[in-house]
């Protein structure tokens, strides 16, 4: 136990969770706890979404595909960029379309109250477990750090994450977020750079081994449906999973919803795919560099891969620069989780309580239910990431989760939005055999993760589509 290294990340949790607790005046109203009172500057929600799209999945487990594999992940982020052009135009000129508090407001504009509630509920099943699996990936770096048993590790971080969150709401998840993200990314550089210090040669060694062992590849032209890490998955796949993650989960669109127009909310959308290329480019280097690491010491690395680069740093680094790369992965897990938290909450009160209720009571009334829930949310994913421990990987994990969804989600959104014909009984149709269909896909064929939202996403509006022939639209759009 190095006690420099462990005040620092104790340092950082009690000041950010008391950062996060000074935001509790401004909660007034239900704009103020669940879109920050619109007040919130591009930039600042910018880096909320790189902060809530990152995580310690990223974090921990980028390092270790390339480790284990080469620079394939980046096909996928290609298709990021693809996909926030697709929201940039398609998704966020309805969400700007009156006072939307949830995603799945605009589902019951388009059909009803029952696809309202359909969406809404597997937003929260797949936030659910898939933030679970989120949780589990925090124990590992907090078993690192202080050689505590999961549960413990898991009581932790949830308590000092679900504090803040439950004072300030997302005020304080948007600004945790940006300095996290610093914290985070200044400490993914740090580190990196004391690698490349611990390898004989530093660059160019890694260069010349990497180079050897084909780890610098990036584009893979060979198409297979087994495989996840070709560019016709990693563009197609990965445009049709972020236009799902972030045009129809409540945890971005939220984010989305918090600018001040749509304009501001564009900006920040887009300009959080630079900072996402960054991140993702610079863990996989990362783990390249571990691996010339490892290799030219002569040292085992971990044998669960996911330990592989916070091993790394406790066991590596020097005091202080140690516990500061600790807190920055800490920092990554914090603001996810706060973010899960608050928009967990918000899909729960605003789709399900208020409109059960038909909004008789007080704006405080509900203010305090919000706050609940949050706690009630931080219970549940406490259980789901104890839940969830042997899980092989911990990225492909939580991705392979949400590809179940997503392809339901995403495709009864753009059959509201591109199709006038179907009605709510189609669309419901066309969800419920999609969820079938995935199912099987995930857990009964070989088909890579990647391709998954697509085909959940062709099904449902295919379904849809066919079923809008005999179940007409009732409702006028918006």
Known sequence: MRWVDLAVVLLYLIGITWFGARFKEGQKTLKDYFLGGRNAPWWAIGFSIVSAETSTLTVIGTP?????????????????????LVISTLFLPQYFKGELFTAYELM??????????????????????????????ISIVIQIILGTGEVASIVLIVALTLFYTFEGGMTAVIWTDVV???LYVAGAVLSFFVILDQVP???????????????FQVINLHFAWDSAYNVWAGVIGGCFLTTASHGTEQLMVQRLLAAKDLGESRKAL?????????????????????FVYYRSAGIAPPVVADQIYPAFIWKHLPPV???????????????????????????????????????RHSEDHYLRLARWATVA??????????????????LEAALGIASIVYGSLLGVFLLGLLTKRAGEVAAMAGM???????????????????????????????????????????KTDA
């Not at 270790?64 to 926030?84: D, M, S, T």
């Not at 504009?109 to 990936?137: N, S």
């Not at 899960?340 to 009160?349: R, V």
């Not at 949310?377 to 911990?394: E, P, R």
């Open 108 to 137: 019951q504009r388009r059909f009803g109250q029952r696809i309202r509630k359909l969406t809404a509920g597997c937003f929260l099943v797949l936030r659910a477990l898939a933030e679970g699996v989120r949780v589990f990936a």
């Open 432 to 474: 419920s055999t999609a969820l079938l269909v995935m199912i099987y896909v995930r857990f009964g064929t070989p088909i890579a993760w990647t391709w998954h939202v697509l085909i959940g996403t062709s099904v449902t509006f295919i379904v849809g589509w066919l079923f809008g022939f005999v179940f007409r639209q009732e």
């Open 321 to 359: 620069v140690a516990g500061l790369v600790m807190a920055a992965i800490l920092a990554a897990a914090m603001s996810n989780l706060s973010a899960a938290l608050n928009s967990l909450a918000s899909t729960t009160i605003m789709d399900f309580v208020k409109p059960m209720t038909g909004s």
């Open 270 to 290: 887009m300009a959080s795919w630079l900072v996402i290329a960054f991140q993702f480019t610079l863990f996989l280097l990362i783990g390249v560099a571990l």
């Open 180 to 182: 996290q993200m610093f």
């Open 64 to 84: 270790a595909l390339a480790f284990n594999g080469n620079l394939g992940f980046l096909q996928v982020v290609f298709g990021y960029l693809l996909a926030r």
């Open 201 to 215: 040669g530093g660059w160019n060694e890694v260069v010349r081994v990497g180079t050897e062992f084909n780890k």
């Open 377 to 394: 949310w931080g219970l549940g994913l406490f259980v789901i990431g104890w839940a969830s421990t042997g899980v092989k990987s911990v």
